[in-house]
């Protein structure tokens, strides 16, 4: 079965860029897959950031975006904040109905 | 604004059933495919199943194929999750979450969840 892989973590300074990002364990993720990601501070509900790759949900900072960064899908911060401080997990469209998310992504900023 | 508030969770002994609700208020629940989503304490999140609009298409991920069934009542703006044969590594808090977009057959991303309730299976 096949994995969709992530950084188990990351750190950025306060007011950096970050690149987050969602590959599979075998092949390149495409736009086919409708790559999402999704916030998660601990103790709370996730929350959606980024779907089908680049769309930025509603309310969401411009300072998230989305992409595809060679064979994977990318997740990139501008100007990191505090609160930005969270778990970030990616999902992939596998076909057939499936979706499989990463391992996730441990942010921290200081 | 949309609203997502599952109840039904408990603890339950393993071999277990239990069901799961999520009221949907918000928006117009019989227009949205609609995901359930789980995470054991300290893990990370994984996928468990889905459900068209109107209830005709579903999937459910392999982990839980053949003890749990995804289901809904239009009428009553529910989802519902349907879980046999409990198993320990079941234990998770249970998400339920809503399609992005309208007329979702199953490959439509999550855009809103729940806060999750949970399922612990113990003896």
């Known amino acids: 079965q096949t994995v969709v892989t992530q950084e188990p973590s990351f750190s950025v300074s306060p007011g950096g860029t970050v690149t987050l990002t969602c590959g599979l364990s075998?092949?390149?993720?495409?736009?086919?897959?409708?790559a999402s990601w999704h916030q998660q501070t601990p103790g709370q509900a996730p929350r959606t950031l980024i779907y089908?790759?680049?769309t930025r949900s509603s309310g969401v900072p411009d300072r998230f975006s989305g992409s595809i960064l060679g064979n994977k899908a990318a997740l990139t911060i501008t100007g990191a904040q505090a609160d930005d401080e969270s778990n970030y997990y990616c999902?992939?469209?596998?076909?057939?109905?499936?979706?499989?998310f990463g391992g996730g992504t441990k942010l921290t900023v200081l | 604004q949309v609203q997502l508030v599952e109840s039904g969770g408990n603890v339950v002994q393993p071999g277990g059933s239990l069901r799961l609700s999520c009221a949907a208020s918000?928006?117009?629940?019989?227009?949205?495919?609609m995901h359930w989503v789980r995470q054991a304490p300290g893990k990370g999140l994984e996928w468990v199943a889905v459900?068209?609009?109107?209830?005709?298409?579903?999937y459910h991920a392999d982990s839980v194929k053949g003890r749990f069934t995804i289901s809904r009542d239009n009428s009553k703006n529910t989802l519902y999750l349907e879980m046999k044969s409990l198993r320990a590594e079941d234990t998770a808090e249970y998400y339920c979450?809503?399609?992005?977009?309208?007329w979702g057959n199953g490959w439509f991303p999550i855009g809103n969840w729940g806060q999750g309730g949970l399922v612990t299976v113990s003896s």
């Open positions: 918000g928006f117009t629940f019989s227009a949205y495919g």
């Open positions: 999902v992939l469209y596998m076909g057939s109905g499936s979706w499989v």
């Open positions: 979450a809503k399609d992005v977009d309208m």
């Open positions: 075998s092949g390149s993720v495409s736009t086919s897959y409708y």
């Open positions: 089908r790759t680049t």
């Open positions: 459900i068209s609009y109107d209830g005709s298409t579903k």
